[in-house]
Antibody, heavy 118, light 109 residues
Framework: QVQLQESGPGLVKPADTLSLTCVVS??????????WSWVRQPPGKGLEWIGE???????TYNPSLRSQVTFSLDKSKNQFSLKLNSVTAADTAVYYC??????????WGQGTLVTVSS | ETVLTQSPGTLSLSPGERATLSCRAS???????LAWYQQKPGQAPRLLIY???SRATGIPDRFSGSGSGTDFTLTISRLEPEDFAVYYC??????????FGQGTKVEIK
């Protein structure tokens, strides 16, 4: 059973960089489709896909966030990471890491709330 | 971008009743690329249906998905107390690669 766990600061100042890491357990990063996503959800709102990273390092970003976001991975640690720069209050959300399955997202982390505030 | 519009916004039903949730796409979506999720308060979404009609692992058979083209439906045949939640449809393909509907809340009447 694949499990994912997000970690990172819960509070980030405006204009700073938000950094999160997702550790994958119970399977390798080549499992499923081999693609791993970040999805966010502002409080009380719907889901927004941020982008995905393949276990070979290829990335696909949501065009609306492409200028702000960078993904990376460390296969030796079975983890992948998100950096979102120049954050504003609009980036306050629960951030989920997840595994992509068959054209859907089949395993999700529990999510971590990141608040952007001074 | 393919926009997914879910209706109704809120569905008020009693346990044991049938729930029918709609997801309409702004352009045709392959059945392969349509999924449904359930989300309970404070929890991550859970994959229910992929490929428009295939149940994910461990999903009870009271959940079923159907549809094609621009109109898709999630049906819960008999609502159990644990089914009251928010449901999202999702499509794959295009730009951005994944988009979600705005959600339908199924609440206890």
């Amino acid at each position: 059973q694949v499990q994912l766990q997000e970690s990172g600061p819960g509070l980030v100042k405006p204009a700073d960089t938000l950094s999160l890491t997702c550790v994958v357990s119970g399977g390798s990063m080549s499992s499923g489709s081999g693609w791993w996503s970040w999805v966010r959800q502002p409080p009380g709102k719907g889901l927004e896909w941020i982008g995905e990273i393949h276990h070979d390092g290829r990335t696909t970003y949501n065009p609306s966030l492409r200028s702000q976001v960078t993904f990376s991975l460390d296969k030796s640690k079975n983890q992948f990471s998100l950096k979102l720069n120049s954050v504003t209050a609009a980036d306050t959300a629960v951030y989920y890491c997840a595994r992509n399955g068959a054209f859907s997202v089949d395993y999700w982390g529990q999510g971590t709330l990141v608040t952007v505030s001074s | 971008e393919t926009v997914l519009t879910q209706s109704p916004g809120t569905l008020s039903l009693s346990p044991g009743e049938r729930a029918t949730l709609s997801c309409r796409a702004s352009q045709s979506v392959s059945t392969r690329d349509l999924a449904w999720y359930q989300q309970k308060p404070g929890q991550a979404p859970r994959l229910l249906i992929y490929g428009a009609s295939s149940r994910a692992t461990g999903i009870p058979d009271r959940f079923s998905g159907s549809g094609s083209g621009t109109d898709f439906t999630l049906t819960i045949s008999r609502l159990e107390p644990e089914d009251f939640a928010v449901y999202y449809c999702q499509q794959y393909g295009g730009s951005p690669l994944y988009t979600f509907g705005q959600g339908t809340k199924v609440e206890i009447k």
